[in-house]
C-alpha cells in the first residue's frame, strides 16, 4: 500500500494517486511517480510487496484500461440483460417462438426444469462413486477481474 502525505483528496483518502482507482476521474490528482515525489509513504504488505509497489506503478496504464473496459462491459451486459428481458416479454405476448434478422436468430425458450447432480452431496453419501466418476484436467493460467460492487459506472 502507498500511502500519501499530501492532504486535497475531494474524496478524504490518503492513498497515492498512482493507485488509486478513481484518480481517472479526479481533477486533483497527482501525476508524480511515487518513488521520487517525496510525498510517498511505502508500508510493507507483505514480504514481495516492493514488487507490488513496482508492478502498480509500472503496469498503472493497464490497470487503468481494464478498469475503465470492466466497467464499460458492465454497463453494456445490464443493458443487454434489460434488452433481453423486454424482447422475451414481446415474444411471449405475441406468441413468436423465433425469428431471424440479418444479423442474428432469436429462439424463445420457455422456462423448464434442469436436473443436474450435486456432487458435494455424492461426495459426503457415496466417496467411491464420486471419487469413479471424476476427472481431472488441465486448466491454462489466466487473469480473473471482477468490478466491485458499488461502483460508479
Known sequence: MIQCKQTGCPDGKNI?????????????????PP?????????QESD???????FRSGAAAVIQAITDI??????????EKDMRTQLEKAMQD???????????????????????VDGKKLKAKFPGAYAA????SAVKA????????????
Open 16 to 32: 497515492c494517486c498512482k493507485i488509486c482507482p478513481d484518480k481517472a476521474d479526479c481533477g486533483v490528482a497527482c501525476t508524480d
Open 35 to 43: 518513488e521520487t515525489c517525496g510525498n510517498s509513504i511505502f508500508q
Open 48 to 54: 514481495d510487496s516492493a514488487a507490488l509497489v513496482a
Open 70 to 79: 470492466s466497467k464499460a462491459k458492465a454497463a453494456i451486459e445490464a443493458r
Open 94 to 116: 405475441y406468441g413468436i417462438d423465433k425469428f431471424d434478422t440479418d444479423d442474428l436468430s432469436v429462439t424463445f425458450v420457455p422456462a423448464s426444469q434442469r436436473t443436474t
Open 133 to 136: 466418476c471424476t476427472k481431472t
Open 142 to 153: 489466466s487473469v480473473r477481474i471482477k468490478l466491485k460492487e458499488g461502483e460508479e459506472t
